[in-house]
């Protein structure tokens, strides 16, 4: 009996100073009555560029529409024309909707911790300390793990992105003037990555956003102009091409058009947090 109570203290001793770190309302759903209180906190942030609704929508549309669009017919090769279509379209409302909940959960757990921003990786470390116990002793390995998910998936699109526009750019080069080997555009275009790399307000990489995206949607408007001209028979298009093939098409889609990891800065810069969650 006197262990049963010592251990009974024990836990409740450790569930104080936990919630003494991390205060949890006894109410964890979020409401309209809590709506104001939600923009006190998010409005005690530091941001010296805040961004607008124009700012934060042309930066979603980059962070999640990129060049991997371009690889896209190689996807619906891998995949067939019907899992292709069906895969993603289903692929896509599964993102949103992630997206969505990440920013609801982000909200939800600076209400709980009384904290003006939480990072992507914040956000599963704040859910996992104000979860169950088991979880609670676990926050900091789940923090951990996802930053190293996150790493390797941002290094990745990095890497493709950077060897795609140098091996386009050289083909274009050797088209017309002369033929240089592809390391070179590697070190010409590293200038011009860096130059952007050291602008740090999102409120002024708005302009090379927005023209990477015009530029974007020309060459796809293009492409598709010269693609859908003498268009084989659909009867001679594979509907499914195989099992083998569909990780090449998986891996091909959701790096075309996903980027939960940019909703989060994107949330904590804009001045409209609320317009965040909105359908569009």
């Not at 990129?66 to 379209?89: K, S």
Request: glycine share 6%.
């Amino acid at each position: 009996m006197a262990a049963k109570m010592a251990h009974s203290m024990k836990s409740e001793e450790k569930q104080r100073l936990l919630d003494s770190e991390h205060p949890v309302p006894t109410n964890s759903v979020v409401d309209m009555e809590n709506v104001a209180a939600d923009d006190d906190l998010l409005g005690n942030r530091n941001i010296e560029h805040p961004t607008s609704n124009f700012d934060t929508m042309v930066h979603l549309l980059k962070g999640n529409i990129g060049t991997g669009i371009l690889a896209m017919p190689d996807a619906f090769r891998n995949a067939g024309w019907v899992i292709g279509l069906f895969g993603t379209l289903t692929m896509g409302i599964i993102c949103t909707h992630c997206m969505h909940m990440l920013v609801e959960c982000s909200r939800e757990l600076c209400r709980r911790t009384q904290t003006p921003s939480l990072s992507f990786a914040e956000v599963v470390e704040a859910a996992c300390r104000t979860g169950p116990e088991f979880l609670q002793r676990k926050a900091k390995v789940a923090k951990f793990i996802l930053n190293i998910f996150l790493f390797i998936t941002q290094m990745g699109f990095c890497c493709v992105y950077y060897v795609f526009v140098a091996v386009n750019l050289q083909e274009v080069v050797k088209h017309y003037f002369v033929d240089l080997p592809v390391y070179w555009y590697f070190v010409f275009l590293m200038v011009p990555l860096v130059l952007l790399n050291w602008v740090k307000s999102l409120k002024y990489l708005t302009p090379a956003s927005l023209f990477a995206s015009i530029v974007m949607s020309t060459g796809l408007i293009i492409t598709f102009f010269y693609m859908l001209q003498g268009l084989s028979p659909v009867s001679t298009i594979n509907a499914f091409s195989s099992w083998g093939q569909l990780p090449l098409y998986f891996g091909t889609a959701v790096y075309a058009f996903e980027g939960i990891g940019v909703v989060r800065v994107l949330h904590f810069q804009t001045t409209q947090t609320l317009l965040f969650l909105g359908d569009t």
